[in-house]
C-alpha cells in the first residue's frame, strides 16, 4: 500500500508517532495525527430467476482477470444504496432494484488498506447484462459452480448468502 508521506492540510512531512492508542501518521507543524478510516465500499449479490450470481470478471488490478461480485467505492454524497447501483449499472448494464442489505465485513486490501464493505441484495433487475467500467466479462454461475473470487470477502457474502437461502 502507497504510504502517505506529507501533511495534505500543511504539506509538512509526516512521522510516524504514537498517539492516541495507537501507531498513526503525525504532523508535527499541525501537531496533529493524520487521521485514517476504512474506505467504504458497495457490493451486489444479483440473482437470475434460477438463483445463479452475477459476477464480473475484473479488466484493472488488483486481482485482474478474477471473478468478483459487481461493486466499488462510494462517492462522496452517496448512500451506499446509490452506490451499489450506480456500480451495477457502470460494470453490467442493469438496473437493479436493492431487496435488502445482506451484510457488511472488512477487507484488508494490499492496495488501498482497510475497505469496510456493504453488500446487498438485487433479485428484480432490468436492462441486458453487458460488461462495462472495469469489467472484461461477466455471466452468472451457480452457487455449486463458481469460478476463483478475487476477493475472501465476496466469497463469503456469496456463501451466507445461499447457506441462509437453504435455512429459510
Ligand atoms: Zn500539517
Not at 498513526?24 to 449479490?45: K, M, S
Not at 448494464?93 to 488498506?113: K, M, N, P, Q, V
Request: charge should be negative; charged fraction near 25%; aromatic fraction near 10%.
Amino acid at each position: 500500500m502507497r504510504q502517505k508521506t506529507y501533511c495534505h492540510f500543511c504539506a509538512h512531512p509526516l512521522r510516524e508517532k504514537y498517539a492516541e492508542g495507537r501507531m498513526r501518521l503525525f504532523c508535527d507543524r499541525c501537531n496533529e495525527p493524520l487521521y485514517e478510516n476504512p474506505i467504504p465500499a458497495a457490493c451486489v449479490i444479483l440473482t437470475n430467476p434460477q438463483n445463479q450470481v452475477l459476477l464480473v470478471k475484473r479488466s484493472v488490478e488488483p486481482k485482474k482477470n478474477l471473478w468478483c461480485l459487481p461493486g466499488g467505492f462510494m462517492e462522496l454524497g452517496e448512500t451506499p444504496q446509490q452506490s451499489a447501483m450506480r456500480e451495477l449499472r457502470e460494470e453490467t448494464g442493469l438496473r437493479g432494484r436493492i431487496e435488502r442489505l445482506l451484510g457488511t465485513d472488512s477487507h484488508s486490501s494490499a492496495f488501498y488498506g482497510t475497505v469496510t464493505l456493504i453488500c446487498f441484495l438485487v433479485r428484480k433487475y432490468e436492462g441486458e447484462p453487458e460488461p462495462g467500467d472495469d469489467a472484461c466479462d461477466l455471466a452468472f454461475f451457480a452457487p455449486d459452480n463458481l469460478p476463483e473470487i478475487a476477493f475472501a470477502v465476496h466469497q463469503k457474502f456469496i456463501r451466507d448468502y445461499y447457506q441462509s437461502m437453504m435455512i429459510s
